[in-house]
C-alpha cells in the first residue's frame, strides 16, 4: 500500500512538472484530428479526478460498489476545456490529486480490503471484470491511477 501511495505522488509531481513546461501550443494541439488535445486529456482526468473523488467517500458509506458513470467524451466537449488557461488547468489537476491521495491514505484498511459483491465496476472501470466477480476498493484505486497513467502517457508519449 505504501508503495501504491508513494507511485500515486510522485506521479502527480512529477506529471505536474512535465505539463507546465509544454508550451501553449502544444497544449492545445490535438495528437491526430479526432483526438484530444494535452488541455482536453487533463479536462478529462480533472472530470475523472472528481467523480471518483465522489465514489471513494462513497464507498465508505455503503457495501457496495455501485456508482453512476458519466459520457467522458461529451463531459470534455461542453466545458471547453480548450478555452480554459493550461497553467490553471494543471494545478487544479494537481491539487485535486493531491486531496484525493490524502484522502485515501485516510480510508482504513478494512474498508479498502473488503470484497464488495454488489458493483458495476464492469461497466465503469474495466471491461475485464466480470459483474459476479467480487472486487475491492483497493482495486478501484489502482484501477484510478492506471487511467491517469495511461492517458498522461498519450500526452507525453506525444511531445
Ligand atoms: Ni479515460
Known sequence: MQDFLEDFRQTVVNA????????????ETPRAADKWSPKEIIG??????????????????????????????????VQDYQGESWPELVQLWKLYNQHILHLL???PEA????????????????ETLRADQPVTLDWFMRDYLDHMKKHLGQIFDAS
Do not use: C, M
Open 16 to 27: 505536474a512538472e512535465r505539463l507546465s513546461q509544454l508550451s501553449p501550443l502544444a497544449s
Open 44 to 77: 478529462h482526468l480533472i472530470d475523472s479526478a472528481s467523480n471518483n473523488h465522489q465514489r471513494f467517500v462513497r464507498a465508505q458509506f455503503s457495501d457496495d460498489l455501485i456508482f453512476a458513470g458519466y459520457e467522458q467524451e461529451g463531459w470534455v466537449r
Open 111 to 126: 474498508t479498502r480490503l473488503k470484497l464488495r459483491y454488489h458493483h458495476n465496476l464492469h461497466q465503469i472501470a474495466s
Open 105 to 107: 491514505t485516510r480510508i
